[in-house]
């Protein structure tokens, strides 16, 4: 086994070897970020691209991968960089399953398939699928040494490339727009009427609803959604609240927000027009339901319920900061207010539900721009291009 080198200053060529991709996604968690590559690996396979997706032991990501029909690859990651024995353990595998090709988007797995790559003597292809601003600068010379190694940086928006430029040394040929996708199909083929999905769900059918689908944490603004419709409903007995969140159980994390926010429902004076509902998979359904779309985010990277929400033509009002502005084309396809502020927020839901027929025009341009360049199809065919 050949021994990486002290300083990883020039990443070798890469051969011509065939399309099979592990997918290495160690987290012990199943959220938004693992969900995307679960998804992403059920979407290539169908497409005739090999796929092994890597999960720590017993992990909700690898139950999630098996659901989609991947195929399942346990591996133990102990440290969170230079895990070396994980790097090798790694590299072990992927050679008998004839693998060349490395995909992650958390930061610590990107060191594990680095340290991979180094180990192979440069035989592998790494990408990194970036789900999260860079916070800091990483120009520094260890990450500029690392990520020497990398072959492509998928940026899934503008702005996420331009910080890629900003903030690293990446070379610029290195960094590839790459779109977070959608399966289009499923909200394209959807023949629910909205009373219909209301009846589903144990909603009134005569009042104009304000959505939001998320988790409930304090990141995602439903502090500030609750609060300016609560000036809303002060004046117009017709609007209601639709949120449906996967609420955490007692003890569990954002357990203390999640109780601010049911305060928050309980002593609204217009409480009976706030309606909680689960977390489902069936989003389509939800969006049905909803007459406007709140993404309420503090800083969203890239907001899949907001792509959603523009595929089911739902109008989409958006806080204007992070990657939102440009989902919603800077406002030429939904409405953007300041973030954290109810009032302005307030000022905008109104608006909204006055200006119903221009949003509803909003809307349909929302769609044909999240049809053209957020589908999963898109998304495939790009990453499918810089296969080995």
Known sequence: MKAPPAHPLHSPQTRDLSQGLAIVCLTPSLGGLELNLVKLGGWLQSQGV???????PNSPSAAKAQQFGLTIQ?????RKYMDLKAARQLKARCAELDLHNLLCSDNQDLDLIIWCKILSG??????????????????????????RWLDHW????????????????????????????????????????????????????????????????PG????????????????????????VSAFPKEGGEHWEYCQKIHRQKETSPYRERIFFRPFTDQVEKVFKCMDVFVMASVAETVGMVTIEAMLS???VLGANQAGTPELLDFGRVGRLFEVENPQDLALKMRSLK???????RQADQAFTRAKSLYSSDQMCHTIQRRLL
């Not at 790494?126 to 990520?147: A, I």
């Not at 909200?187 to 589903?200: C, G, I, K, N, P």
């Not at 995602?220 to 949120?243: C, M, R, S, W, Y």
Request: glycine residues 6%; aromatic residues 8%.
């Open 354 to 360: 006055e200006g119903r027929e221009e949003s509803l």
């Open 122 to 147: 440069g035989q592998m292809k790494t990408f990194y699928l970036q789900q999260m601003q860079l916070g800091v600068s990483k120009r520094d010379l260890v990450h500029s040494l690392k990520f």
């Open 313 to 315: 033509r739902v109008p």
């Open 154 to 217: 998928l940026a899934p928006l503008e702005w996420l490339k331009q910080q890629a430029l900003q903030r690293t040394r990446l070379a610029p040929e290195k960094i590839v727009p790459c779109p977070l996708g959608v399966n289009t199909e499923k909200f394209e083929s959807l023949t629910l009427s909205q009373a219909q999905a209301r009846e589903d769900f144990a909603l009134p059918e005569n009042l104009f609803l304000f959505g939001f689908l998320g988790r409930t944490d």
């Open 220 to 243: 995602k603004g439903l502090h500030t959604l609750i609060e300016a419709f609560n000036q809303v409903a002060e004046n117009d007995p017709d609007v209601g609240l639709l949120v």
């Open 74 to 78: 346990t591996l133990p990651k102990n």
């Open 50 to 56: 090999r796929v092994h997706f890597f999960a720590h």
